[in-house]
């Protein structure tokens, strides 16, 4: 029987993240069409950002012909090669001592951003591999710098099969550091790896136009639901799906204060559904007294406010004005019309921040949605 569909005398207690993959797909192949002719790939680090990328790489490599994936360490490689076999799975964290088994285990491919990283990865080459150089174009995180490039030897240049790099403020289509980082980023090109496909952008770089595509764009976030692009209306369709059960219905007397260090107190008489999340599954504090969520009674979608503080385990919402709520109906804490970029606002954080932390807890009851 679904969670979703109870009986009078069932109750229920566990947070449920709901990974709508038939949608995941939809937007991966939407932001295929918008990057075309660049070949896509497909950034499933952390844990797909959360929602399980053995299960989103598979969906993405069966469902969407995805062939290339990024992930952030070896470790992560190894948890999704099965799922892509003849995949090509790239490494954006690099190649190390600590990881040069699973490499040599599941042919990953390193992403080089040092001179020191280049030299282990000399001393320690992997036969049918050819690593990827990040460069550094503006972001001053990873990546070789000008003078470091320039110490490289032609051999060293030849062994590369991509440049990459990463923009600052794609997310921004007017900012200055876009220009300035593709100007960087083509010269560097130009210079040193002419012949050697290139991949500047990310998600949010896909929508700044063809100039930033080269031969591939890492698409993540974007497949995700997330916008990417805020300066206008969200293209991707929503993923995620959040609910909690509620545990309890109780009326709160004008005066009578509200979680913990009582920072709400009742003007009048009022009722309270209190929801089985909090803080330990993902939802962050700083909804405390402004955020909200969403009950689905008879069809209609009725919203209630978050009262005090957001504990650990419990959110206390105001249902005063909601009629036919029982004990063991569902509180929908994200969903189509209260997305992950909403939350995200209401929270004063990003969307990034909200689903990675979520989706990778295990106190939540995960389910998949694919055809």
């Known amino acids: 029987m679904s969670i979703f569909k109870k009986s009078a005398a069932d109750v229920f207690t566990q947070p449920v993240l709901e990974v709508n993959l038939n949608r995941l797909i939809d937007n991966y192949k939407q932001l295929c069409q918008i990057i075309a002719p660049a070949k896509p790939s497909a950034v499933v680090k952390d844990d797909a950002y959360g929602l399980g990328a053995a299960m989103v790489a598979k969906a993405l490599y069966e469902k969407a012909d995805c062939r290339d994936f990024w992930v952030a360490h070896a470790v992560e490689g190894q948890k999704i090669a099965a799922e892509v076999p003849d995949a090509n799975i790239r490494v954006l964290q690099g190649i190390g001592a600590d990881s040069i088994e699973l490499f040599e285990q599941y042919k990953l491919i390193p992403v080089i951003s040092s001179p020191e990283m280049l030299n282990y990865w000399k001393a320690h080459k992997i036969e049918g591999v050819a690593p990827v150089i990040h460069v550094e174009t503006g972001l001053n995180r990873l990546g070789f710098r000008e003078n470091e490039l320039a110490a490289l030897s032609r051999s060293d240049i030849k062994s590369f099969s991509m440049v990459m790099s990463h923009l600052a403020c794609a997310d921004e289509k007017d900012h200055f550091m876009n220009q300035h980082q593709l100007d960087n980023f083509k010269k560097i090109r130009e210079k040193y790896f002419a012949d050697v496909p290139a991949c500047l952008s990310a998600s949010d770089g896909a929508f700044l136009g063809a100039d930033y595509a080269f031969d591939m764009v890492r698409l993540g976030a974007a497949v995700y639901g997330i916008n990417t692009a805020p300066y206008r209306p969200n293209q991707m369709k929503n993923v995620v799906t959040v609910k909690a059960p509620i545990l309890q219905i109780a009326d709160l007397a004008k005066g009578e204060f509200v979680g913990y260090s009582a920072t709400y107190r009742a003007p009048t008489q009022?009722?309270?559904?209190?929801?089985?999340?909090?803080?330990?599954?993902?939802?962050?504090?700083?909804?405390?007294?402004?955020?909200?969520?969403?009950?689905?009674?008879?069809?209609?979608?009725?919203?209630?406010?978050?009262?005090?503080?957001?504990?650990?385990?419990?959110?206390?919402?105001?249902?005063?004005?909601?009629?036919?709520?029982?004990?063991?109906?569902?509180?929908?804490?994200?969903?189509?019309?209260?997305?992950?970029?909403?939350?995200?606002?209401?929270?004063?954080?990003?969307?990034y921040e909200i689903v990675s932390r979520i989706g990778k807890n295990a106190r939540f009851k995960k389910t998949y949605v694919l055809d």
């Open 270 to 351: 009022r009722k309270l559904a209190i929801i089985s999340i909090g803080y330990g599954d993902g939802i962050p504090r700083s909804l405390s007294n402004v955020g909200r969520v969403f009950f689905n009674v008879g069809g209609k979608m009725c919203e209630a406010r978050i009262l005090g503080r957001v504990s650990m385990d419990n959110i206390i919402c105001d249902v005063t004005s909601i009629e036919g709520l029982k004990v063991g109906m569902f509180a929908d804490i994200i969903n189509d019309i209260y997305t992950l970029d909403d939350i995200a606002r209401d929270a004063g954080t990003i969307s």
